[in-house]
């Protein structure tokens, strides 16, 4: 008689496996449902778990934050399209925030308050229907040059200093195809000198001799080991290294260098938009602001330059010329340029 | 639908009704659960991804049922993948030679013969098991890194003969060659006297044993530890995205993360460039089919006296010495470099010259806000799914030994290819099922269960793969002669099939237990927000250029599970002991001298 039991409790453990989801299910969804005040937040900052605590703290609504890279962030957003779970989303760059405001993903129309506390720079990165809201910026990518290696006089002030015979062999720059803010650099730079001319640059610094690393954090290694003189890659990550007294200088060319804002944004399927919409406004508060400036918890991301009055930046990047690159203009070629760009200069 | 025969049923026990149950029931049953248990948790999963290649608009809003073959025109108008694709297939098929023989070898060393220290080097294999990718992938890479301390050192011979598509075929194998060493040590392990006594008897000289009786025995679990390790080739991705691209050495893997991190995510061309890997490894289990032939491979019966272990004699130290060698090229190397970062002060990390070491990582390491709970969050994944994989395991393993047909035989080959898909892939084919009309109902989605799913379809190849070997090698008449004496379906697990397997349990839980605790991209993807798992809040500080504290985390959880592993090792190697002793060695002395290397 025992047999069928084992049997059947065999089969029982089988569906059990996915049986079990559902049991715990109904409560999980129901909470999350029935109790609004819970906030789905994804993001890719290095402060947002800070930027959770600090919100639930002042408001006492509940943040359950999803952080990943930006990468695995945009796949899980358009994997969850036709039932998005998430309220907020936050990341680097505004192609992807472009793209999905186009598709109507994103809420629009919505002006918090603390808006008002926007600077110049904030107010010209605002989209008028509101579909994303502009945290900070910081540049995609700068000049670093490892100050044991090179003097301040042989420092390369322009782009095409680089590539000069001194720095043969001994330029690194990020793989666009694995690094987020490496192709809005790329963007920058064919926009500054047009495409051939871009094509030219990168081909140029190619046959000079450019190293190729994965991300910020390797072509930084590269730097201050010696491996290479000098480097372009994002400016807080280098401005991070200069503040943790490692040999490096930053050098912004003064054709301009490519901005990169942080923006964040809320579904406009938002399963809890009142929560979203504090959350956004909090952010652009000053307790928002100040929290993302806590370089302690959040790292190299506190380095962004504001976009609101409420805060003093940690580094000045005074006398900086911005370029600006069309999130939908640039995003209409990434697909292209990073094919053109692991095909002729990564190889 | 009769009673069947050859279950042995005895007779005159109930009516036919509930003979048919009891039978019908049993086999079926068991059938049943296993095929529910592959198809929920990986072919489902899976197939809800893959089949975007030809569908590309499924999970839209609103889905569409329209076939259109732009995901694969795509990938084959694009050179970069294909070239990546080809690279992938050759460097898999080189690595899993190497692999193979790397693990036999080691397999040999720690299971047959009196080599000293054998806790210590089982304690490396684990560990090289249990550390996640993305640190042994970074160890070398800075390790190799032409401004590195090896390159002053050795004057750049290393870096330029690593940094070379050799070289990543090297590391990968250093990587990988434990799941070889498991799966052939486990065939060892059941190797008996007995049919070395046998050929001993025949005639048969030391060499014809090995190579007529011996070898034969061992040859599945060597190709199936080969073909893991080619599958696990193909979906690496610490490797491809690091040593490999610094080598100039496009992978699969990475053109599959390239179309899944643009914007708009590609899934078409994904699903496209994951087909073609799951198709090299169904290929490769098909060739591997072929080799092993239908023969049978049973290896323990009762009586079955344990192997003596081979003499090295004088050559034992030495050949402890050159183990530990490899081990500690295999693990220490790269995990030597990050326990170095752990104790920099530098933004960097790495080798930064004149720096003065401090603790200030692990002291920082305490206070991280986002870790808080990660590590023991990730334990408990670790150790439910690590379970429940192993029933599942379990079920599986029987069902396909009792009941052989075309879907089994179907499920078995998609189960070893999916070994091959991506974790990202993964992860994303669970959001999409998950949360697909219908079963988003089930509200699982973004709850620690569907993580624990997916947990359990990322280790369940593997583990059905060792425990189907060693299963095998269970003689069907053993459990044949039991359900003659009416054993039951629990009493033939409880008395024979757990028992003779007892340390092959222990390695499969804890490979699975090992694959959950520092996994990245499922847990990425599926991680319930708010609960964040011990790679992920790694992670989280190496993006913000946080080395050292990344580092120090890494180092201390890679410490803590380290422990627990050698624990378990030291429990295996207990139950080894254990079963010997209770099977004295015969007077003959033909034992010691029958299997002798030489």
């Known amino acids: 008689m025992r047999q069928p039991l ?53 408001t006492g609504i509940k943040v359950e934050l999803s952080d990943m890279s930006t990468g695995p962030l945009l796949a899980k957003v358009a994997a969850e399209q036709s039932n998005p779970k998430w309220d907020v989303i936050w990341f680097d760059g505004n192609g992807p925030m472009s793209s999905m405001a186009q598709a109507g993903q994103l809420l629009t129309g919505y002006s918090p308050a603390n808006m008002s506390h926007y600077n110049a720079l904030g107010k010209s990165l605002l989209p008028k229907n509101h579909a994303y809201f502009p945290t900070g910026v910081t540049a995609a990518g700068a000049i670093a040059y490892n100050t044991h290696l090179v003097s301040k006089s042989q420092a390369p002030k322009t782009w095409t200093d680089l590539l000069s015979p001194e720095f043969r062999g001994a330029v690194g720059m990020n793989n666009p195809a694995v690094s987020g803010p490496t192709f809005p650099l790329i963007a920058g730079i064919f926009q500054q000198f047009g495409v051939r001319g871009g094509e030219k640059f990168f081909t140029d610094l190619h046959n000079n001799g450019l190293k190729i690393y994965d991300t910020n954090g390797v072509t930084l290694q590269a730097l201050l080991d010696g491996t290479i003189k000098a480097a372009l890659f994002q400016d807080s990550a280098e401005l991070n290294a200069k503040l943790a007294h490692d040999p490096v200088s930053v050098v912004y060319p003064p054709s301009g260098v490519t901005m990169l804002p942080s923006d964040i944004a809320i579904n406009a399927k938002a399963p809890d938009m009142q929560a979203a919409k504090e959350f956004v406004n909090f952010v652009l ?63 | 639908m009769a009673a069947n025969p050859s279950t042995g049923e005895p007779p005159g026990r109930g009516t036919a009704v509930r003979r048919w149950w009891r039978v019908g029931v049993g086999e079926k049953g068991l059938f049943l659960a296993a095929a529910v248990i592959v198809l929920g948790l990986v072919v489902l999963p ?53 692999a193979s023989a790397l693990g036999a070898l080691t397999a040999y060393l720690l299971q047959m013969t009196d080599i000293p220290g054998k806790r210590l080097l089982w304690g490396f294999v684990w560990l090289l098991l249990i550390a996640p990718s993305f640190l042994l992938a970074q160890g070398w890479e800075i390790l190799l890194d032409p401004g590195g301390l090896t390159h002053a050192l050795l004057g750049g011979i290393l ?158 130290g030495p050949i402890f010495a050159g183990a530990l060698l490899f081990m500690l090229i295999a693990f220490g190397v790269p995990a030597g470099t990050t326990l170095i970062a752990s104790f920099l ?67 078995q080959i998609f189960l070893t290819s999916a070994i091959a898909v991506p974790g990202i892939v993964l992860g994303a084919g669970y959001i999409f099922l998950w949360n697909a009309p219908g079963f988003r109902g089930l509200g699982a989605y973004g709850t620690p269960v569907v993580l624990a799913l997916a947990y359990m379809a990322g280790g369940l190849p593997y583990a059905v793969r060792v425990v ?10 053993a459990v044949n002669a039991a359900r003659m004496s009416g054993a039951r379906l629990l009493e033939q697990m409880r008395f024979i099939i757990v028992p003779m397997l007892k340390e092959t ?58 422990s627990a592993a050698l624990g378990v090792s030291a ?11 209770s099977r004295p060695a015969p007077a003959s002395d033909l034992t010691s001298e029958g299997v002798q290397a030489s």
């Open chain 2, 46 to 98: 899976l197939c809800a991804l893959l089949v975007q290649a030809f569908m590309p608009h499924l999970f839209n809003v609103p889905a569409s049922l329209g076939v259109s073959l732009s995901g694969i025109k795509s990938l084959l108008a694009d050179p970069y993948a294909l070239t990546a694709g080809v690279n992938s297939l050759v460097l898999a098929a080189a690595t899993a030679v190497l």
């Open chain 2, 505 to 562: 349990w222990l390695r499969v839980w804890l490979m699975l237990f090992a694959g959950v605790l520092f996994e990245l991209p499922v847990s990425q993807l599926l991680y319930p927000p708010g609960s964040p798992t011990l790679a992920v809040s790694i992670v989280h500080q190496f993006n913000g250029q946080q080395f050292g504290l990344g580092a120090a985390l890494t180092v201390m959880s890679t410490a803590a599970a380290g």
């Open chain 2, 468 to 477: 189907s070997g060693s299963i095998a090698q269970i003689p069907g008449g």
């Open chain 1, 285 to 347: 508060g000053q307790q928002g602001q100040k929290t993302m400036q806590d370089i302690g918890a959040a790292g190299s991301d506190s380095l962004f330059q504001p976009v609101t009055n409420e805060v003093k930046p940690l580094v000045s990047r005074q006398g900086v010329k911005w370029n600006v690159v069309s999130p939908t203009w640039a995003g209409s070629h990434e697909s292209a340029w990073v094919t053109w760009f692991e095909d002729n200069v990564v190889r």
């Open chain 2, 345 to 411: 002060p530098s933004g960097a990390g790495g080798f930064a010259p004149h720096a003065q070491l401090t603790l200030a990582n692990y002291r920082a390491a305490f206070a991280v806000s986002y870790g808080a709970g990660a590590f023991g969050r990730s334990l408990e994944y670790g150790l439910v799914a690590a379970s429940l994989g192993m029933a599942a395991t379990l079920i599986i393993s029987l069902a396909w030994r009792r009941t052989s047909n075309w879907l089994t035989l179907m499920l």
């Open chain 2, 571 to 581: 429990l295996i190697q207990r139950a080894g002991r254990r079963r010997r002793p």
């Open chain 2, 159 to 316: 870096t330029r003969v690593l940094l070379s598509p050799a070289g990543v075929m090297v590391v990968l194998a250093l990587k990988l060659f434990p799941y070889s060493t498991l799966a052939v040590a486990s065939a060892m392990d059941g190797l008996g006297q007995d049919v070395v006594h046998a050929a001993r008897l025949s005639g048969a000289g030391p060499g014809v044993v090995w190579r007529r009786v011996l070898l034969p025995l061992i040859l599945p679990a060597l190709m199936a530890g080969g073909l893991i390790v080619f599958a696990e080739v193909l979906s690496d991705f610490g490797i491809a995205a690091t040593l490999a691209q610094t080598a100039n050495f496009p992978l699969a893997t990475f053109s599959i993360y390239t179309s899944l991190e643009q914007f708009p995510v590609n899934f078409s061309q994904a699903a496209a460039a994951s087909l073609m890997l799951v198709a090299a490894v169904t290929l490769a289990q098909v060739f591997q089919r072929y080799m092993s032939g239908r023969r049978a491979y049973t290896t323990r019966w009762g009586g079955n006296r344990a192997l003596a272990p081979i003499s090295l004699g004088r050559r034992r």
């Open chain 1, 6 to 58: 084992i049997a059947a409790g065999a089969l029982l453990t089988g569906i059990g496996f996915l049986v079990a989801g559902c049991g715990s299910a109904p409560s999980a969804a129901s909470s999350s449902v029935h109790k609004p005040q819970v906030l789905i937040f994804y993001s890719a900052q290095g402060y947002d778990a800070s930027e959770a605590a600090a919100f639930q703290k002042a």
